[in-house]
């Protein structure tokens, strides 16, 4: 079936350092890849996505990078800083218009 | 901006009770969800509907079920509810000329 693999599921930096989450899928049909970033007892919020004809999307510190090919993608987050803290979740599009989501990745930015 | 809105943030219910939980957006979205959140499991789609009185289940639908009756409300039932329903129950919606799904809140159940 639909699968996203997440990893890894802790990622602990330092202020200012650099943070790279990566995800691969199943589904050879997904075309739109979401990250959803979670701050603790907060709802989910989308943070950037990307769609399957592009490559490389980037929105000031964070920017995603898709292969399609090799069917997975990541997220960078760079100058991490405190309120960075959070768990990050990448999903893919699966069919009926559902996302399937990965794991989740909880990242703690130091100060 | 959009809102979804979840009828309790927090539940406590017994072993073998009917729970109701609902889902409110007021984007004239057609597309709604419901996930439940479990450390290290992500959020896993239990139902959603695509339409009034349209559903579908997810991956793991068992143990519930769902109603649809008006086009901003969407329910999510446990008609006996058990130990292993605990959890954060996440509400989502999306337009279906868009991806974006929107998140409500959350509700965390608690079944003793």
């Known amino acids: 079936g639909e699968n996203v693999e997440q990893h890894p599921s802790t990622l602990s930096v330092q202020e200012g350092d650099s943070a790279v989450i990566k995800c691969t899928y199943s589904?050879?049909?997904?075309?739109?890849f979401p990250w959803y970033k979670q701050e603790l007892g907060k709802r989910p919020q989308l943070i950037i996505d990307?769609?399957?004809?592009?490559g490389e999307k980037k929105d000031q510190r964070i920017a995603v990078t898709l292969n399609k090919t090799a069917k997975h993608f990541s997220l960078h987050i760079t100058e991490t800083q405190p309120e960075d803290s959070a768990v990050y979740f990448c999903?893919?599009?699966?069919?009926?218009?559902?996302?399937?989501f990965g794991a989740g990745t909880r990242l703690a930015v130091h100060p | 901006d959009v809102k979804v809105t979840q009828s309790s943030r927090y539940l406590v219910k017994r072993t073998g009770e009917k729970v109701f939980l609902e889902c409110v957006q007021d984007?004239?979205?057609?597309?709604m969800f419901w996930y439940r959140q479990d450390p290290g499991l992500g959020l896993r789609l239990i139902y959603f509907s695509y339409d009034v009185k349209m559903k579908e289940k997810g991956d793991i639908p068992e143990g519930y079920s769902v109603s649809r009756e008006k086009k901003e409300r969407f329910s999510l039932i446990l008609e006996s509810a058990s130990t292993n329903q605990t959890s954060m129950y996440l509400c989502a919606s999306r337009s279906s000329g868009v991806e974006t799904q929107y998140f409500g809140p959350g509700t965390r159940l608690l079944v003793l």
């Open positions: 589904d050879s049909a997904s075309n739109y």
């Open positions: 984007m004239d979205h057609e597309n």
């Open positions: 990307i769609r399957s004809n592009v």
């Open positions: 999903a893919a599009s699966g069919g009926y218009n559902k996302l399937i």
